[in-house]
C-alpha cells in the first residue's frame, strides 16, 4: 500500500496523481546573463526551480518560452507582499523587481500548466537576499502571468538577466513535469 500517495479526481475515477520528474537541467560553466533547457518533453504541467548568484550589478530576472521574444506576456508582481504591479504586452515574465535593492542571490520556484489549446498560466515567487548582510531582510516577489499562446506547449525555457550583472557560475535552472 502506497501511503504517500496522491489521488486526483479525472471527473470519472479517483487516480493516483503522476509525482515530479526531472525534464532538464542547466548549470552554469560560465558567467552569462541567459541559462536556457531545449527539448523539454512535452508534460502537462511543469515546475521552473532556479537559484542564481550575481557576478557584480543587479539581477532582474525573466522568463521565456519556446524562444517568442515578442509581446504574448501578461503579468502581476508584488514585492514582499506590497501593492500589485501589472504588465501586459511584454516579451517575457518578469520574476523579480526592478525597485529592490541589488541582490547577490535568488531562489524562485514557479508552476506552469501547459495545456495546448489553453494560454500557459503561472504563478509562483523568487525571494532575494536583498543586501548581502543580515541588516535587512529578504525580499519575497510574488508573481501570476500567462504565455498568451494556445497553439503550442512549452518546450524550451529561458530565464534572462536583464540588467547589468550577469549569473555566476555554479547559478541553475531546474525544470520538473508531470501529466
Avoid at 504591479?85 to 529592490?100: N, R
Amino acid at each position: 500500500e502506497d501511503t504517500d500517495a496522491t489521488y486526483i479526481y479525472d471527473g470519472a475515477a479517483w487516480r493516483k496523481q503522476a509525482q515530479w520528474e526531472e525534464l532538464g537541467r542547466t548549470t552554469l560553466g560560465s558567467a552569462g546573463d541567459t541559462i536556457s533547457i531545449t527539448g523539454i518533453p512535452v508534460r502537462k504541467y511543469l515546475e521552473i526551480r532556479f537559484q542564481v548568484v550575481a557576478t557584480g550589478g543587479n539581477l532582474i530576472n525573466t522568463i521565456r518560452f519556446n524562444n517568442d521574444s515578442a509581446t504574448n506576456y501578461a503579468f502581476t508582481h508584488s514585492v514582499s507582499f506590497g501593492a500589485a504591479v501589472t504588465t501586459t504586452s511584454s516579451t517575457a515574465i518578469g520574476v523579480t523587481s526592478a525597485g529592490t535593492a541589488t541582490p547577490s542571490q535568488q531562489f524562485g520556484s514557479y508552476e506552469i500548466s501547459n495545456t495546448t489549446a489553453q494560454r500557459k498560466m503561472i504563478r509562483g515567487f523568487t525571494i532575494d537576499d536583498n543586501a548581502s548582510n543580515a541588516t535587512t531582510s529578504t525580499n519575497h516577489i510574488q508573481v501570476a502571468g500567462k504565455w498568451d499562446n494556445v497553439a503550442a506547449q512549452i518546450t524550451r525555457i529561458d530565464m534572462i538577466n536583464i540588467s547589468t550583472g550577469d549569473y555566476a557560475i555554479g547559478s541553475s535552472l531546474i525544470i520538473l513535469g508531470k501529466d
